[in-house]
């Protein structure tokens, strides 16, 4: 039955993480939820029991990691799909974030979510079965917003890795699919998971503006229902041709027609510089 299949997701005490778990436990699936903080996963989604194990990782330390999914194994004896979820928002110019502030956002966002993948994978490649959810964001894939230059390069990384991640898995008979959410009503654009710079620079006035719009109007205003995204990917993690490719939204769904649409407009317009390099 495929609500027998174990899940493990990373970042559960909130947001998507959050409503995933929730809505996989109510349809009677097995999670291992992962947070910084054991107890906030235990306050949200009840003591460990067969079908809930909570689990304390600090995706910076490859130990932590490998000890979580080592004890969710032993509880589960097994995972079979895997949602890279943890991660949080840096809205900054790149002249104003540090190199520090630019690099924590690497760390958490791209390696630590590597760190999990490289745990993960002996179990996923053992049972020659598998899927694997790494959530990026429409940031991965259009970044024509001033102030999120470095998270859309976590998020484009975090693409990029997975496309490579989903040609190296395919002959273990595992799936890997990039969600890329468009605004959900999550608390991402809280103080909690969205940083701002500490040394911001006031020539950067639609820097500013993103700021003031994303926390304030955006805020608690997002069209998406994170519920809703919730059965999407549990809806696709039953699919036996899954999409590598995923955007959920309609505002994802149009912000990548419009990427397309300009890609291929400016091919066209400059084929001829193209093709013209070659000997």
């Known amino acids: 039955m495929e609500n027998s299949k174990v899940w493990f997701i990373t970042g559960a005490s909130k947001g998507l993480g959050l409503e995933l778990a929730k809505k996989l436990l109510a349809e009677g699936f097995k999670v291992a939820a992962t947070s910084r903080n054991e107890a906030s996963l235990i306050n949200k989604l009840g003591n460990a029991s067969e079908k809930f194990f909570p689990l ?29 979820n943890a991660g949080y928002g840096l809205l900054g110019a790149l002249e104003e974030l540090t190199n520090a502030e630019s690099r924590k956002n690497f760390e958490v966002n791209v390696f630590g979510l590597l760190n999990v993948i490289r745990n993960t994978m002996p179990i996923l490649r053992a049972n020659q079965s ?3 959810f790494n959530i990026s964001s429409v940031g991965g894939y259009f970044g024509e917003f001033p102030g999120w230059g470095i998270y859309c390069s976590t998020k484009f990384a975090v693409a990029g890795l997975t496309e490579s991640l989903a040609a190296e898995i395919k002959p273990f008979g595992i799936h890997a699919t990039i969600v890329y959410p468009g605004y959900f009503r999550t608390d991402f654009l809280k103080d909690s998971s969205l940083l701002l710079p500490e040394n911001p620079i006031a020539d950067y006035k639609e820097v500013r503006q993103s700021e003031n719009a994303h926390k304030g109007d955006i805020n608690e205003n997002q069209p998406g229902d994170p519920i809703k995204l919730a ?25 990548a027609n419009q990427k397309i649409a300009s ?16 000997l």
């Open 56 to 84: 304390e990782m600090d995706l910076l330390n490859e130990k932590s990691v490998q000890n979580a999914i080592n004890k969710a194994v032993s509880h589960f004896n097994t995972i079979d799909v895997l949602v890279n």
């Open 231 to 255: 059965e999407a990917l549990i809806k696709v993690s039953q699919d036996q041709n899954p999409p590598l490719h995923l955007f959920l939204g309609e505002d994802a769904f149009n912000m």
């Open 130 to 132: 598998g899927h694997i």
């Open 263 to 278: 890609v291929q407009s400016e091919l066209g317009k400059w084929k001829e510089v193209s093709v013209s390099t070659a």
